[in-house]
């Protein structure tokens, strides 16, 4: 267990924090797409926003269909809290971290348990794959880095450097380069292939929570307890820029957009905002969730529609639209915060995370419904077409039971014979009532009419 920057103590898991004020709200629009665009696609310079309507007429709001996930496995395994949770890059693996100073990997796509990675001495805090799915690195508050090689097991290297906990980690999209944020108000970027720190970045005056490489690794992003979010330059190691608020609200989480161009943002006022880096500028604010106290990851989710995806401490998961910032979906079943979610590279799958008292991870699957159904994602109900068909099939299961009911009972009457009938009942069963042996020719059995002629059969 550690203290927190107030000195309070806290779980092992070390996602708590202190409430501030928030960051200003900035009215602007986001572009329509967050993805990485096409290769050899032409892009402006300046995204589209939007078509206006003509003066006097207004345009119809599009349909959106709404996510529909459903609880699919729950994965059981961890003696204390999640603390992260990584879909592998070639989605075959999930990994998830603890405060039980372990990690475990799973089949992403069953929730099987594959294998245990052991070796900090006490609990992780995140992890992150290599763009290969090969690697795995850990942070943990033993200080220390470890890369560990997924398909042995083994352990290949320890980076040392930091002189407190260590909070966040992440592997740059070419896995040479791994960046690491602690407690110790530090960023440190290092080298795989040779386990030494490059560069320590020192521009934060209070521990940092999260860090994250863009989509081609030139930036890096961090984001502190001081409230600030500071964008690094790879290569120099030089500050080029600082998002910052007037009250200087603590910074939970910090990420890259897909397409690198925005910055999800989480902070301690129960919101996460989305920000364009280049301009400094407040895209989109999402709310409605409660962050008020520990770390909470978010994530974008683009495999079907866009959406914010996060966590929160009323023990779900909301899903927003990023367009619109409405909530489209809350997942309930973990009894717990959600700490930790994430988003599978290619399929419409969640992974989620929960604290000590819950220890389990959970993954969430989409079921597709047909479009132009009255479904009520937040309502935990089948879809209306789903409804009628149960119906259906509740009403045919009580006729085929209503009809074997009625054919036992008349099998029933045939086998029990009063008393007055008992005596005929006997001497059917006499032997001179019994077929004989050798049975008269069918021909022979009837009177012959005129005109007839019999045939022997």
Partial sequence: CRPDILGNLCFESTRMMETQPPFPTITSYPPSSILPPNPGTPTPQQPIIGLQPPVGEKLAPPEVKKPNYILKYTLQGHKKAISSVKFSP????LASASADKTIK???????KYEQTLEGHTQGISDVSWSSDSKYICSASDDKLIKIWDVATGEMLKTLKGHTSYVFC???????NLIVSGSFDETARIWDVKTGRCMKTLSAHSDPITSVHFNRDGTLIVSGSYDGLCRIWDTNTGICLKTLISDEHRQVSFVKFSPNGKFILAGTLNSTLRLWNHSTGKCLKTYTGHKNEKFCIFSTFSVTSGKWIVGGSEDNMIYIWNLQTKEIVQKLEGHTDVVLTVACHPYENIIASGALGKDMTVKIWKHHDIPPNINYYPQQQISPQHLQQQFQQQYQQQQQQQQQQQQQQQQQQQYHQYPQQYQQQYQQYQQPQYQQPQQ?????????QQPGHIPQQP
């Fill in 105 to 111: 990997i799973w089949n992403a796509l069953d929730g």
């Fill in 90 to 93: 070639d989605g075959k693996w």
């Fill in 439 to 447: 049975q008269q020719p069918l021909y022979q059995q009837f009177p």
């Fill in 169 to 175: 980690v992440n592997f740059n999209p070419q896995s």
